[in-house]
T-cell receptor
Framework: IAGITQAPTSQILAAGRRMTLRCTQDMRHNAMYWYRQDLGLGLRLIHYSNTAGTTGKGEVPDGYSVSRANTDDFPLTLASAVPSQTSVYFC?????????????FGAGSRLTVL | GQNIDQPTEMTATEGAIVQINCTYQTSGFNGLFWYQQHAGEAPTFLSYNVLDGLEEKGRFSSFLSRSKGYSYLLLKELQMKDSASYLCAVMDSNYQLIWGAGTKLIIKP
């Protein structure tokens, strides 16, 4: 089934630990995104990539890093987790170009930092 | 600053009609999106408006007025499965999406 796969689904992590959230898509979309979703707030963009080999900072990039070595994979790394990074993380992808802005989301990764 | 406003929660009755409003103030405008998100699941695309007017898609319709910075999502013949959060998002002049906090819609029998 075409779509986005995220792993892990859920994780509890001690503060200070390093964590990588994985995201893989099989739709050959050029653009990929990482969002966090917190209660009472809209989705907030962490990092994005318009094409393989390029990345950019979103609204809330501090404490996170990404890489885009190929079209399909877009991992998000928390170098040293802090409790404020407790959230649900969604990876998304889209085609690029005029009128091709609809996002397809993964199922999400629920992260708890203690 | 950029801002998207939508009601936090709404309640409606099965079989009825509900209108979810969204007002926005953004740096430029390149389209408005509505997504549906069931509890614990990913958002899924519902509609896209870039020109003024009404877009109808089955039981769901979306309206846009760019001069008023206003949109609404109209859901007809409500079903229990329509219980979800509805997210409004605007694409600004830099083609970045600005998201509202979402409206939780509760459907009662």
């Amino acid at each position: 089934i075409a779509g986005i796969t995220q792993a892990p689904t859920s994780q509890i992590l001690a503060a200070g630990r390093r964590m990588t959230l994985r995201c893989t898509q099989d739709m050959r979309h050029n653009a990929m995104y990482w969002y966090r979703q917190d209660l009472g707030l809209g989705l907030r963009l962490i990092h994005y990539s318009n094409t393989a080999g390029t990345t950019g900072k979103g609204e809330v990039p501090d404490g996170y890093s990404v890489s885009r070595a190929n079209t399909d994979d877009f991992p998000l790394t928390l170098a040293s987790a802090v409790p404020s990074q407790t959230s649900v993380y969604f990876c998304a992808s889209s085609d690029t170009g005029p009128g091709a802005n609809v996002l397809t989301f993964g199922a999400g990764s629920r992260l708890t930092v203690l | 600053g950029q801002n998207i406003d939508q009601p936090t929660e709404m309640t409606a009755t099965e079989g009825a009609i509900v209108q979810i409003n969204c007002t926005y103030q953004t740096s430029g405008f390149n389209g408005l999106f509505w997504y549906q998100q069931h509890a614990g699941e990913a958002p899924t695309f519902l509609s896209y408006n870039v020109l003024d007017g009404l877009e109808e898609k089955g039981r769901f319709s979306s309206f846009l007025s760019r001069s008023k910075g206003y949109s609404y999502l109209l859901l007809k013949e409500l079903q229990m499965k329509d219980s979800a959060s509805y997210l409004c998002a605007v694409m600004d002049s830099n083609y970045q999406l600005i998201w509202g906090a979402g409206t939780k819609l509760i459907i009662k029998p």
